[in-house]
């Protein structure tokens, strides 16, 4: 079973300019994570899609961060523009069912590296 | 809001030793309980779970048993190999219910020939 794809795998731009980051799920996966990693700490949630709806994205900052997840699969995370703080690894993570056991286990692609200059 | 705190790293040792990393959480009812793994240049991985109090999770060697009295969910590994050297996240679903995940702020593993 291929895992979660992401691409690009390393980002670096100037302050001001913006990113696009994509996410492939597992096939069949309905619910997708973004989660921002920045150094040194854990993965924190910006956005929760359920097939293509919203479920959470009360952590995005949503004056520079936009994310959509067109036809319920693939799903890109955008920055425009990007800040100083932004440097960080973008997390995509799926799992089957979010109606399924509070067990249902996510998987994580290799994430996206992002320096910002 | 639901947390966890893991002990600071980096934590060194040489192969063969007795492993253990911290894990306390806070959090409303009887939440699952998992440790990830992130190995370098790699994406983090489930390596194990425990759903309710005193379960025990397991896998590779290492084990973790939830412990509602002491609010626990340490790591444990009878013989750390070199190959384990990873930084390790203790986890568990946020209090909205929705199943993403609150994460410590992981323990770096480094294991020495």
């Known amino acids: 079973e291929a895992g979660v794809a992401q691409s690009p795998r390393y980002k670096i731009i100037e302050k001001r300019q913006s990113v696009a980051f994509w996410c492939n799920p597992i096939s069949g996966h309905a619910t997708l994570y973004w989660y921002q990693q920045i150094l040194g700490q854990g993965p924190k949630l910006l956005i929760q899609?359920?097939?293509?709806?919203?479920?959470?994205d009360s952590q995005l900052p949503k004056d520079r961060f936009s994310a959509e997840r067109l036809k319920g699969v693939d799903s890109t995370l955008k920055i425009q523009p990007a800040k100083l703080e932004d440097s960080a690894v973008y997390l995509c993570a799926s799992s089957l069912d979010l109606q399924g056991p509070s067990t249902d286990t996510q998987y994580f692609g290799p994430g996206t590296r992002l320096t910002v200059l | 809001g639901d947390s966890v705190t893991q002990m600071e790293g980096p934590v060194t040792l040489s192969e063969e030793a007795f492993l253990t990393i911290n894990c306390t959480y806070t959090?409303?009812?009887?939440?699952?309980l998992f440790w990830y793994v992130q190995y370098p240049g790699e994406g983090l991985q489930l390596l194990l779970k425990?759903?309710?109090?005193?379960d025990k999770g397991s896998n590779k060697g290492f084990e973790a048993t939830y412990r509602k009295e002491t609010t626990s969910f340490h790591l444990e590994k009878g013989s750390v190999q070199v190959s384990d050297s990873a930084v390790y996240f203790c986890a568990l679903p946020t209090d909205t219910g929705r199943r993403a995940l609150t994460f410590g702020s992981g323990t770096r593993l480094q294991v020495q020939p």
């Open positions: 425990a759903t309710k109090a005193d």
């Open positions: 899609f359920q097939n293509n709806g919203v479920v959470d």
């Open positions: 959090a409303t009812g009887y939440p699952s």
